[in-house]
């Protein structure tokens, strides 16, 4: 494998996340390869990086005062979602996968957390769980952003419910990655689909299957929430309004389990509401629907059958922008991402010379 990989790299790492990761983004053209790229542990893939996937969780844990720095380490490469092309394997030890994945295949997948060693960057090392086969016919660049979004909503939808023919599903925010995906993954499994969004995306969100599309920017979303059906499911990618859980009890059926995916930032504020949403009796004022703050489990089988939809023209992947490599590329994609405007996914390509 030394005759293959080379003994540098180039990757965007960041020392300091104060204020924001992207103020402290550098380009390292001589960058090291991730821990262990030449000698793979079981069940480990080595991956030459074609495009990566960003998401909020890239900044919001590396951005927490103190204890981001213990979490991800210095200096770091963002980044958990990939596209790219198997360098290597480990030793399978067929307790995550029967098949064995080829150099020379193209795959798409996540690492578990964020880390030292992140996808911004010409090589990374995966887990064998999270990596999976890109299906024929899938833009590989399209398929760098599918895996954290794509699993989330999976399994925050299908996970959460025991039959879901008929069910109804609140998604708090449509129009972003695990929005546009959720929406189309709770069609495929038979529910009926309310979700919110700005004005500029409610075409959108319709086109996507959505049944009912509420506008918050013309009306008040619990208000509104108030005149439907009860609901057996919610869903909050957002995490505003904040009084959504605690006016959950108005617009769901008993016991319907309320999922939280998205949060403006991790504070110790944010903390302590949680623990009182999921821990503090109802009677004593905490949470009388069930709360949970989603966190996904690399799954073969998932990534298997969000493949498959993908192959069967049943999922679609919605991008807002695809960021070069050079040129503060990363540096402009997550300010952009920061915004919370992006309609969509967004993506870094690092390897420019790909072609579809």
Known sequence: MASIVPSTMK????????????????????????????????????????AAGLN????????????????????????????????????????????????????????????????????????????????????????ACVASVGLTAY???VYRLKDHAGK????????????????????????????????????????LGADTVIDYKKTDLIAELKKMQPFDLV??????????????????????????????????????GNFFKARWPGWLGGGKRPWEFMHIQSNVQDYERLAQWMQEGKLRVVVDEVFGMQDDGPVKAYQKLRTGRAKGKIIVKIDETWKE
């Open 155 to 157: 399994q925050s939808i």
């Open 56 to 143: 909020p969780v890239d900044f919001k844990f590396a951005e927490i005062p103190w204890l981001g720095r213990l979490i991800v380490g210095s200096p770091s490469t963002p980044g958990m979602d990939f596209a790219g092309r198997v360098v290597a394997t480990g030793p399978n030890t067929k307790s995550v996968a029967v098949e064995d994945l080829k150099p020379g295949q193209l795959v798409f997948g996540r690492l578990d957390s964020p880390s030292k060693f992140g996808t911004l960057a010409e090589y990374t090392i995966a887990p064998r769980k999270g990596c999976v086969a890109i299906p024929p016919g899938a833009r590989v660049i399209e398929t």
């Open 168 to 207: 109804r599903v609140f998604l708090n925010g449509g129009s972003g990655g695990c929005g546009t995906l959720g929406i189309q993954i709770a069609k495929q499994m038979g529910c009926h689909v309310t979700t919110s969004c700005s004005t500029p995306n409610v075409d959108l969100c319709r086109s």
């Open 11 to 50: 990757a965007w790492q960041f020392s300091s996340a104060s204020p924001t990761i992207e103020a402290n983004l550098k380009l390292n053209n001589n960058a090291p390869l991730p821990d262990g790229a030449n000698n793979l542990g079981p069940d480990q893939v080595l991956v030459k990086v074609i």
């Open 235 to 272: 869903v909050d990618n957002v995490g505003v309004p904040t009084d959504l859980y605690w006016a959950a009890p108005s617009f769901t059926n008993p016991g319907a389990p309320y999922v939280q995916v998205g949060a403006l930032a991790v504070t110790p504020g944010f903390i302590l």
